[in-house]
């Protein structure tokens, strides 16, 4: 069974853009979680999705933003990047709750200049 | 608020002693407790669940041990290898159980050859 991929693994971007991140569960999980990982912050939950809806929220901005598809792939966004938003982004799948066994993918490194 | 801390940063253990991690949080009753091991540049891998009715759990050469009374958790690795050498990471659901999960921030185990 193929893991969990994300796309791209790295990315830079300059303030102000926008970027969208991509990730593929597991086949048959249904549960999708973000997260953001900072040295200073460690691993921090940004949103779960579950059958094409937002089913929680980090403390995050607006900024942040994400959505699932019927075939429960995953896109989340950053709108109008700052350069603390320079991070490792990680995608989690888990069958039906991210309070179940998360499986994770590699990341995406995103930096902001 | 609520708060999670891993004991230490960074820990060095001789190869083929038990390396011994530690997660403390205050100021709430996780339903259960998770750790996972991430290398650098990789997402976290999960390793073992442990439940709040539950003392203590094993596999293979890990255990783990979760005290509600002194809001502890505990992660041994017995005979360790260089192969262990990771960042453990700990992991506990929020108190009111609305499926978001924290994280600790990480201690980065070196296993000495």
């Known amino acids: 069974k193929a893991g969990v991929t994300q796309t791209p693994r790295y990315l830079i971007k300059t303030r102000g853009q926008q970027v969208t991140l991509s990730c593929s569960p597991i086949?048959?999980?249904?549960?999708v979680s973000w997260y953001q990982q900072t040295p200073g912050q460690g691993l921090q939950f940004l949103f779960e999705?579950?059958?094409?809806?937002?089913?929680n929220k980090g403390n995050f901005p607006g900024r942040f933003s994400g959505r699932q598809f019927s075939n429960s792939r995953s896109e989340m966004n950053v709108s109008t990047l700052e350069l603390g938003d320079s991070a490792l982004y990680l995608c989690a799948s888990s069958l039906e709750r991210n309070t179940d066994t998360q499986y994770f993918g590699p990341g995406t490194r995103l930096t902001v200049l | 608020s609520q708060k999670i801390e891993q004991n230490s940063e960074a820990l060095n253990i001789q190869e083929g002693k038990t390396a011994t991690l530690t997660c403390n949080y205050t100021n709430y009753s996780p339903a259960y407790l998770q750790w996972y091991r991430q290398d650098p540049g990789r997402g976290p891998v999960f390793l073992l669940l442990?439940?709040?009715?539950?003392k203590e759990k094993r596999k293979e050469r890990l255990k783990v041990t979760f005290d509600t009374t002194l809001k502890q958790s505990l992660f041994h690795i017995t005979a360790s290898q260089p192969a262990d050498s990771a960042t453990y990471l700990c992991?506990?659901?929020?108190?009111?159980?609305?499926?978001?999960?924290?994280f600790g921030k990480g201690t980065r185990l070196h296993i000495l050859p």
């Open positions: 086949s048959g999980h249904r549960s």
């Open positions: 442990i439940r709040e009715n539950e």
């Open positions: 992991a506990l659901d929020r108190e009111n159980r609305d499926d978001k999960i924290i």
């Open positions: 999705y579950f059958s094409e809806t937002q089913r």
